[in-house]
């Protein structure tokens, strides 16, 4: 169970959740929430995220907010659990939960009743949440029905399933390499009734299918696909009710559903820039969401001629958004997510330069300096400076806090050095120790982001010692790793995650 500290530690690295927002954020361990859910007949909200995390910020400056999530979180008991606090990544295996943010709502009784969209605006997030706390069935019962009857689905049985957040789900409802054919599905079959929500269903299949190593075999009609697809283009209400589809997985859409250099590819690429251009010129959206629309245009502009030059043009636009995103954005959290997302938009249109003046400008008022030092590390890279790199990699690592945030970032730092600096024994040596030093001897430590950042790593020092030259080097490592696994109770399962951490394994990823 979660101890009065954790609470402490959320009042303190997030007040807004807890003071400015006026939402009762319980303040309890995890059980005592369920606990009271059921006491008082109220559905639960539980919100995982980071304070680095640039989405979560975004949604605690637009989502949190809001009067009409203020006033309906009276209606649920409101959950905040941090990933740096202690069990947190143990509670968030429990639930599923690994990308932040993730938010989800449960019925009284514990009951999963959906996974809410963060990547959506403030307005469609409240009807999907509104459509939770009336379901009269969970996602996963609707799930059900769909597949057997689907005529028995209602429009908004059928919006709750398309605006269920998939990008979160980590396979609880249905394995990954199903999705794609059964979101196709949904969106046939809930065309009729709900033509919002199939066109959601078909972007996100479409997106999908992007992974498939046969576009043709990969359980979506791609003809009907596309179809569908142009139509929502050139609809602006439909494009604007699927916004962040037909942002954030532009790309691998357009890569499914066209064969490149034809001119079917050419016809999409052209209508979707048009919604894109509308989307950056459209003032009812977020700063971040205007930036996406920016970034998403420079991704398609690159589609076929990654290497080429961007368009002067294109660039003009780019540094338009990127002025007036950064100039107007006051609030702390929404300004955080907003100068990552426009820092990587100036990088993507090749303009290092002044990505890297917009991070150094914002590292002393940023509380996350640490996130803003990645940035500035892939722009090194890009510029083939690998020390420059390596030398924000080790600060951004160094600077960071939380010890589920100094692991991850030291498993960065590690990987990069090995990627940069493969020769520098003595250093790669020492990042390792450093983050074996770090690492809570508890139980509770290798789960979830905590066991990914742990078995990346070890993928990587086993790769960078795959011809036996750096044997000695991982004996030492070995031995430090032995003398914490010991302090784990041996007949636990995560004694054999960390004994784990540097056997023998195929390449790091």
Known sequence: MLGKRFWLLVLLVAPALAAADAIAWHTGDIDAAFAQAKREGKPLFLYWGAVWCPPCNQ????IFPRRDFIERARFFVPVYLDGDAPDAQKIASRFKVSAYPTMILFRPDGTEITRLPGEVDGARYMQVLALGMNAGRPVKALLATAGKRPAALTANDWRLLAFYSWETDHQALVPKHELAPLLWRLAQASATKAPDAAARFTLKAASLAADAKDKDASGI??????????QALGDAALARA???ELT??????VRTLTDANTPARAQLQRAWDRRLTAFTEDAALSRLDRIAAADTRVGLARLDARKGPLALALQTEVRGVVLSATRDATDRYERAAVVTAAADLLADADLLDESDALLQAELKRSATPYYLMLGLASNARKRGDGTAAL????????????????LQWGAIYVRALIDLAPQDSARIERAVQSVLADIE?????????NRAALDRLGAKVAEWNKDGRHDAVLARLRA?????CAKLPAAAPEHATCEGIFAARGPAA
């Open 59 to 62: 949604v605690k400056a637009t």
């Open 221 to 230: 009609d791609r003809r009907a696909a596309l179809a569908r697809i142009e």
């Open 242 to 244: 699927n916004f962040a």
């Open 248 to 253: 954030y997985g532009a790309q691998d859409i």
């Open 391 to 406: 030398n924000w990699y080790e600060q951004a690592y160094a600077t960071s806090q939380g010890p589920a945030t100094r």
């Open 441 to 449: 001897p508890k139980p509770e430590t290798f789960y979830e982001r």
């Open 480 to 484: 430090q790793l032995a003398s914490l």
